[in-house]
Every structure is written in C-alpha cells, then in structure tokens.
C-alpha cells in the first residue's frame, strides 16, 4: 500500500513539473539569440520589449494602383528585401544589426502585446521621390517629365512616437483620402518636397496620391523612382483614371 501511494505521489508531482514548465517566458531560438516573450496562444500576440518587429533592408519595390469607392485612384508602394527580425531567426549576426537599429530608435522598453512580425519598418533615409508620366498627363505635364508637384505621400513612422514614450503627440484630421490609413504617426508631404526634411525609418508600406485627375480619362504609365540613403528602387505602374 505504501508503495502504491509513493508511485501516485511521484505521479501527480512530475504532473505539476509539467505544468510550471509549459509556464516559463524564456524561449531560445536559432542562432543562439535568447528572447525572453510569452506565448499568448488565444490570439497569437506576445509579449515583447521592442515596438518594432522587423528590419526590412529594402532592394524592390512592388507598385499597384488603388482606388477605393470612385474617388480619385493612388499609387501603392511596398518595400521588399532582406529582413532582421526581433526572434532572431536569421542568427547572431542577423540579431546583431536587428538590436542596433532598435538602440538608435530607443525601442526596447515597450514591453506590450504585439503579433509576432507586425511592425515592419525600412531601414535607411528617404532622399527622394520621383514620379516620371510616359504618356502627356496635362498640359504643365507632358511625356518624360515628373508629375511628383502634383502628388501628395501618404506614410508614416515610428520614430517620434518612440521617443515619446510609445505615445503619439500630434493630431490629425480626419480628411484623409478613403481607404488610407497609418500605422505609426502619419507623414503627409508634397512628394517632390521630401527630402528637404529628414524622413527615416518609415512603414514598409506607404501611398502617392494625385491631387489632380489627367486632362483626359484613360490609360496612363508612370515610372516610380525611390532614392533612398543606401540606393535607388524603380518600378513602373499602369493605372485608369
């Protein structure tokens, strides 16, 4: 008898081992990277001491055409390129250039709910937008020349908002085009005004709006260039107006 309650004794102690092991925060990944996070399984969120989850170090841009309810159609824009992630998945080194973009920004106290690989930002300087028409858009422009005085970007980024303590400080209104939305604090500027101010680490992802419809309803093509601090990205889109 006394055998049998030390088996189910041993039994319920190795159970409730079990348990406190499936409650512990430290998880290790590849390439040695120690990430201290708790799975919420419910609805997939962790918890994480950085705001940012991924580093995109941009080479392509892909281009589309959106347009959301008749109004006047804009320009999608999304980097894509080689990423470092806050787990560590591409190894030490990976990690290594991950934690020195998130020291610049002073991203490591957020310490708040975040689906894994949410936040997405490029790394490097917006220098300059361009936006060349092959076809005559209207009479000030004509085929080869640039339509960016007549386009407003739509973008955003979180370096102001982290430096205020992951709070955002400044109001918007509410006029902005249907169907665009911003993921950190909005940046709003003619697209042939940026680089006369610094614009860095924005989303991933980010809109160009004509302020103006062509002199005539049809087909149109327009060659986006990106220069950024690091390199050109060029694309061409098609679009109906």
């Not at 370096?159 to 205020?164: A, H, P, Q, R, S």
């Not at 101010?197 to 005539?216: A, G, M, N, Q, W």
């Not at 309803?217 to 990205?233: A, D, M, N, R, V």
């Amino acid at each position: 008898m006394k055998h049998l309650l030390f088996i189910l004794a041993f039994i319920t102690i190795c159970i409730v081992s079990c348990g406190r092991d499936d409650d512990k925060t430290d998880v290790s990944h590849s390439g040695g990277v120690r990430d201290s996070v708790k799975h919420y399984p419910e609805d997939g969120r962790i918890m994480s001491d950085y705001y940012i989850q991924v580093f995109i170090d941009p080479d392509t841009i892909e281009v589309w055409q959106k347009e959301y309810y008749g109004l006047k159609p804009y320009i999608a824009v999304m980097f894509d390129g080689y990423q470092y992630d806050c787990k560590g998945w591409g190894g030490t080194e990976d990690y290594a250039i991950f934690k020195k973009h998130s020291d610049i920004l002073g991203d490591s106290l957020f310490s708040g709910l975040l689906i894994p690989f949410s936040n997405r930002i490029i790394i490097g300087e917006l220098m300059e937008i361009n936006v060349v028409t092959i076809d005559d858009f209207d009479e000030e422009h004509k085929s080869g020349s640039s339509v960016s005085d007549i386009i407003t970007f739509y973008g955003s980024s979180p370096v102001d908002y982290i430096k205020n303590g992951y709070k955002s400080t400044k109001e918007y209104s509410k006029d902005l085009p249907a169907g665009i939305s911003y993921v950190y604090d909005l940046i709003k500027y003619n697209a042939s005004s940026i680089g006369q101010e610094k614009v860095s680490y924005i989303d991933y992802y980010f809109f160009l709006c004509f302020d103006r419809l062509p002199s005539s309803p049809g087909t149109y093509t327009f060659e986006i260039e990106i220069k950024l601090s690091q390199k050109t990205l060029k694309n061409k889109v098609t679009m109906e107006f």
